[in-house]
């Protein structure tokens, strides 16, 4: 495994849920690329626990699995 499937993993079972900015990191996008996806309905599922928004591990790696293309042109 590479380090950020042993990062998620170790996400999985520890504390599932991240915080936006860790979440924002996980995926390489800056936070306010996040925050506008979370605005537009476009970005991974999120809870709002309190005042923070949270991704759980597994809705982050779903979204960028759905939105994964390419690839085989070389």
Do not use: N, V
């Not at 996040?34 to 790696?61: M, S």
């Amino acid at each position: 495994m590479d380090d950020t499937a042993d990062r998620a993993q170790a996400a999985r079972e520890t504390c599932p849920f991240l915080t936006a900015k860790q979440a924002a990191f996980h995926l390489g996008l800056a936070y306010s690329t996040l925050k506008r996806l979370r605005q537009t309905g476009t970005g991974p599922k999120c809870r709002l626990h309190g005042r923070t928004w949270r991704y759980h591990i597994d809705d982050i790696e779903a979204w960028s699995a759905a939105r994964a293309r390419g690839g085989d042109r070389g």
